[in-house]
Every structure is written in structure tokens, then in C-alpha cells.
């Protein structure tokens, strides 16, 4: 039994279906399945009981999942411990524009209480790049949203947030209980830079107006001034919170958008799985409080 095997056993057990942790591990279905039968055999226990929907942890599995959880941890944080030995490390984290309370206020006092020896230094980025430094090689890990053209990055979801259309209060739409954007022709659309990733703009704007010349906008709070003050359209996640005066429509025609820990190797260093890790505790623990 390697930490390999463990890993993999962990994302299986969260995801609770061999597909999805497939997918979540960016590898292929068959190779997964035969790892966590080679890891029963090497254990001489059965860990997962599998189902037509995907699987459960056996009453071993789940002893196996709180114990691999902890093991792993503190596989990472001594081989951190180690490179901190020769010289204090440096972890950058990227921030994408809604992300940055979350990422200063929640998710870096976490990690920050694993990794004390660590530099955390994070780097916020406007709507121009959803990429949150990745794609620069500013940042090691990002905390942004998909979609966008995301070739050669690799990705955790942590959370996927329908999204809505942002209005005055004495917008016409106002009582709908949704709309279809393809149903909304003429609308005046914020516009995001020129040069912002097509897949990323595509998704966060409305059908052109043909003749349209709409400053662009860099920032969230740039976006909603734009609708509040000038009568402009928008689109948010349903969760983004909005100043007065200005209210959410959920749109039926766009799928949700997903948050995501993001980063640009496929078999990332020690500080990185650390902190997707540790990342992705903290929402769900933030998730769980909130609900």
C-alpha cells in the first residue's frame, strides 16, 4: 500500500462513484477500479461495497478513509516540513475577484495552521483573467471559476452556483421566477475586456446587440454599478451578493458555474495538495455552518 493508492481511495470515497473520482483525479475510469481492487487484495479486506449508483464505504472502508485522510496530512506537511528545513517556502495563491474572502479570510488561517514556516502570498486578478495568475505562472494554485479555456490545468470543484441575471428593481423582468437568455434580445450587456478568455466571456455576457460599444468592465463591483446606475444587464452566481436596488433573476440557459481550486501540474508538489486539501475542508466546513 502506497500514498498513491490512498489518495486515490480518498477521492473514490468522497465521490462515491469510481467515474467522478475518475474524472476528479484526471485519469480513466478502468485504471482507478483495478487500483482499488489491488488495494483490497493488498489489505485482504473489501473497502468498497458497489452498487449500480457507485459505491459506499464497507464498515473497513470507513476506518480506512478517517485514518488514509490523517496519514495523508501529515505526509504532506512533513515533506514540507522538510523543504522548509533548507529554507523557508513560498506558496502563491491565486484569487479571482468574488474568491478573495474566502481565500484571505477562511482558507489561509487554515492553512496557515498546518504550514506555520510557510510564505502564503495571494494574488487577486480582475474578470480579465479567470485563470487567477495560472496561466501567467504568478500563482501555484488559484482559487477561480469555470468555465474557461482551462487546456493543461488540472481542477478540484468545490461548489457548482446557478447563475442569474442581475437587474434594477424596476427592471420589467421583475416577479418572473426565471428567463431564458436566448428570450432576452435588445438587453444592454456589461462587457468584459477584449482580450478576456473567449470561453470565460461567452459565458458571462448576454446575446450581442449588434452596433453595441460598451466600455468594458475589470471588476465585479465595476459590473453592478453598470446595472444599477445605467440600466446595463449582468450575469452572477445566484449566491453573489448584491448592494440595494438591485436584484437576482435565475437564468435557465446557462449552466452552473462551478468554483474551483485550480493548478498547473498534473502531480502537483506537497504545498499544493496541501492546500487544495485543506482548501476544500474549510468550504465545506464554511458550507456546513451555513446551512
Same mark, same amino acid.
Given at each position: 500500500?502506497?500514498?498513491?493508492?490512498?489518495?486515490?481511495?480518498?477521492?473514490?470515497?468522497?465521490?462515491?462513484?469510481?467515474?467522478?473520482?475518475?474524472?476528479?483525479?484526471?485519469?480513466?475510469?478502468?485504471?482507478?477500479?483495478?487500483?482499488?481492487?489491488?488495494?483490497?487484495?493488498?489489505?485482504?479486506?473489501?473497502?468498497?461495497?458497489?452498487?449500480?449508483?457507485?459505491?459506499?464505504?464497507?464498515?473497513?472502508?470507513?476506518?480506512?478513509?478517517?485514518?488514509?485522510?490523517?496519514?495523508?496530512?501529515?505526509?504532506?506537511?512533513?515533506?514540507?516540513?522538510?523543504?522548509?528545513?533548507?529554507?523557508?517556502?513560498?506558496?502563491?495563491?491565486?484569487?479571482?475577484?468574488?474568491?478573495?474572502?474566502?481565500?484571505?479570510?477562511?482558507?489561509?488561517?487554515?492553512?496557515?495552521?498546518?504550514?506555520?514556516?510557510?510564505?502564503?502570498?495571494?494574488?487577486?486578478?480582475? /474578470?480579465?483573467?479567470?485563470?487567477?495568475? @495560472?496561466? =501567467? #505562472? !504568478? %500563482?501555484?494554485?488559484?482559487? *477561480?471559476?469555470? &468555465?474557461?479555456?482551462?487546456?493543461?490545468?488540472?481542477?478540484?470543484?468545490?461548489?457548482?452556483?446557478?447563475?442569474?441575471?442581475?437587474?434594477?428593481?424596476?427592471?420589467?423582468?421583475?416577479?418572473?421566477?426565471?428567463?431564458?437568455?436566448?428570450?432576452?434580445?435588445?438587453?444592454?450587456?456589461?462587457?468584459?475586456?477584449?482580450?478576456?478568455?473567449?470561453?470565460?466571456?461567452?459565458?458571462?455576457?448576454?446575446?450581442?446587440?449588434?452596433?453595441?460599444?460598451?466600455?468594458?468592465?475589470?471588476?465585479?463591483?465595476?459590473?453592478?454599478?453598470?446595472?444599477?446606475?445605467?440600466?446595463?444587464?449582468? /450575469?452572477?452566481?445566484?449566491?453573489?451578493? @448584491?448592494? =440595494? #436596488? !438591485? %436584484?437576482?433573476?435565475?437564468? *435557465?440557459?446557462? &449552466?452552473?458555474?462551478?468554483?474551483?481550486?485550480?493548478?498547473?501540474?498534473?502531480?502537483?508538489?506537497?504545498?499544493?495538495?496541501?492546500?487544495?486539501?485543506?482548501?476544500?475542508?474549510?468550504?465545506?466546513?464554511?458550507?456546513?455552518?451555513?446551512?
Amino acid at each position: 500500500m502506497d500514498l498513491r493508492a490512498l489518495r486515490y481511495f480518498v477521492a473514490v470515497a468522497e465521490e462515491r462513484n469510481i467515474g467522478r473520482a475518475a474524472d476528479r483525479l484526471r485519469m480513466t475510469q478502468p485504471p482507478l477500479s483495478r487500483a482499488m481492487h489491488r488495494l483490497e487484495a493488498d489489505l485482504g479486506a473489501t473497502l468498497l461495497d458497489r452498487t449500480a449508483g457507485g459505491v459506499e464505504l464497507t464498515r473497513v472502508g470507513r476506518i480506512l478513509y478517517d485514518d488514509a485522510l490523517a496519514l495523508l496530512e501529515y505526509a504532506d506537511r512533513l515533506e514540507a516540513r522538510v523543504r522548509s528545513a533548507a529554507g523557508r517556502t513560498t506558496l502563491t495563491v491565486g484569487s479571482l475577484a468574488d474568491t478573495a474572502e474566502l481565500v484571505g479570510g477562511r482558507i489561509v488561517p487554515a492553512f496557515r495552521e498546518h504550514h506555520p514556516n510557510v510564505s502564503v502570498h495571494v494574488h487577486e486578478t480582475d /474578470l480579465g483573467d479567470p485563470s487567477a495568475g @495560472l496561466r =501567467a #505562472g !504568478l %500563482v501555484d494554485v488559484a482559487l *477561480t471559476r469555470l &468555465p474557461f479555456e482551462d487546456t493543461g490545468l488540472h481542477s478540484h470543484v468545490l461548489h457548482a452556483e446557478p447563475v442569474g441575471l442581475v437587474a434594477r428593481e424596476d427592471d420589467p423582468l421583475l416577479g418572473q421566477t426565471s428567463v431564458r437568455l436566448a428570450d432576452l434580445p435588445g438587453r444592454r450587456w456589461v462587457q468584459l475586456p477584449p482580450d478576456t478568455d473567449r470561453v470565460w466571456s461567452a459565458y458571462w455576457t448576454g446575446p450581442a446587440t449588434p452596433g453595441a460599444q460598451e466600455a468594458p468592465v475589470r471588476t465585479i463591483q465595476e459590473a453592478l454599478q453598470a446595472v444599477l446606475w445605467n440600466g446595463m444587464s449582468a /450575469l452572477a452566481p445566484l449566491d453573489q451578493l @448584491l448592494p =440595494a #436596488g !438591485l %436584484v437576482t433573476i435565475p437564468v *435557465t440557459d446557462r &449552466p452552473p458555474s462551478r468554483l474551483v481550486l485550480a493548478w498547473p501540474e498534473a502531480d502537483p508538489p506537497p504545498l499544493v495538495r496541501s492546500f487544495v486539501r485543506i482548501a476544500a475542508a474549510t468550504f465545506h466546513r464554511k458550507d456546513t455552518h451555513s446551512t
